[in-house]
């Protein structure tokens, strides 16, 4: 692949359009009588802290800090009781929240919130969003429980073009892919590989990721999106670096010679329609760029925007954004479970999150609809 990303060309035009092909897909279509091939749950931003309620920083939605607790434990236990036992979960990222920092609670909320995930006694996928780098450093987090990457060992590999390894030590990113099913892959990305969170301040990417961000945003307040043309270019997001994105490529193009189907997951939304703007991944035109190029994609999961959101792109890839459980109230809930057939995906959401079915892209060539 050409490598169309370098730090500083960040934001500039790409192939790639954000026009979005309005389809009929996003009916309800639950089918009873057709077992599905396999199924998983899906949870975001759960953002757990033994802290009071409050308000978001916009002052515009209350968070549920405490009792995010109690629907991470009703869920597991409405996942516990589904007909198909979800085979795994995917967690979106942002497991605690930030507040845990000054309350010296990173470790016990986090301890909280995975022994209930684990009373599933099935593997879970985790996603290292804002939050985790709030609580912990990025080497840390590789030795923790947050780390699912060995996992994919168990899972199905692919054969791949030796220059897919993917690249360790000091720079390095957290991503890896795995497969639950034959013809079936799914890839988490890490959206914080280019931030000025999570990296020492004396790695190479935190120092571009910083002059990035400085050159996009003038407030002295890197979290503001005050007078933003392009409102994404907060302290809160991060971006996603040449490497991965040629590690990401080389894996999909595995993918494609496989004729598998590929579910991408990253913290951070990368379609404007999918998300509102000031959640985008700073890179997310090469996001985009990357995945439309592959018909093995068929779908990108995020979470970190608790509005959520969804489109289906011109290229027929199906973009979600999960609702958090944060912001959920405590007489409501938000999460799903995924039915995996032939021919689609049928979410069953809970509370918040809607049901819809997502009928894959039928072309094998890398097209936009017409
Ligand atoms: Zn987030």
């Known amino acids: 692949m050409m490598c169309v990303c370098e730090l500083q060309e960040v934001s500039a035009p790409l192939h790639c359009s954000s026009r979005v092909v309005t389809l009929d897909l996003g ?16 949870i975001a931003d759960i953002q757990y802290a033994d802290i009071d309620d409050g308000y978001n920083f916009l002052k515009t939605r209350m968070r549920y800090y405490r009792n995010s607790l109690s629907l991470v434990k009703d869920a597991v236990q409405e996942w516990n009781a ?21 309350q010296k609670t990173s470790d016990a909320s986090l301890d909280k919130i995975l022994t209930e995930l684990e009373k599933l006694k099935i593997p879970l996928h985790h996603i290292w969003g804002n939050h985790e780098f709030y609580n912990f450093q990025r080497e840390y987090l590789m030795e923790s429980k947050l780390n699912s990457k060995p996992i994919e060992d168990e899972m199905g590999q692919l054969s791949l073009n030796e220059d897919s390894e993917c690249p360790s030590g000091h720079e390095s ?6 497969s639950p099913f034959p013809k079936f892959r799914f890839l988490l990305i890490d959206c914080y590989d280019l931030s000025v969170i999570g990296r020492e301040k004396s790695s190479v990417k935190y120092g571009k990721s910083l002059k990035l961000l400085k050159d996009k945003n003038p407030n002295e307040n890197l979290n503001s999106p005050r007078g933003l043309d392009e409102d994404r270019f907060v302290q809160f997001n991060g971006g996603v670096s ?31 329609d999918s998300t509102d703007t000031i959640c985008l991944t700073w890179n997310y035109e090469e996001m985009l760029s990357v995945l439309q190029a592959h018909p093995c994609v068929v779908a990108y999961f995020a979470g970190h ?25 405590p007489e409501s809930q938000a999460f799903g479970t995924m039915h995996v057939y032939e021919d689609r995906m049928v979410l069953k959401g809970r509370g918040l999150v809607l049901s819809r079915t997502l009928h894959y892209r039928n072309s094998r060539k890398a097209d936009p609809l017409h």
């Open 27 to 42: 009916c309800v279509e639950m089918d009873d009588t057709t077992e599905p091939y396999f199924s998983f749950g899906i």
């Open 173 to 178: 990113f957290y991503v890896y892919h795995f």
């Open 305 to 329: 925007d608790h509005d959520g959101g969804y489109c289906v792109d011109e290229y027929g890839i199906h973009h979600i954004t999960f609702k958090g459980v944060i912001e959920t109230p």
């Open 82 to 102: 589904e007909s198909v036992k979800p085979k795994f979960v995917l967690q979106l990222g942002d497991i605690i929240d930030g507040f845990n920092v000054p």
């Open 242 to 272: 040449c490497t991965q994105l040629n590690w990401i490529d080389g894996i999909l193009e595995s993918s494609d010679e496989n004729e598998e189907k590929v579910v991408v997951v990253g913290h951070l939304p990368i379609h404007p």
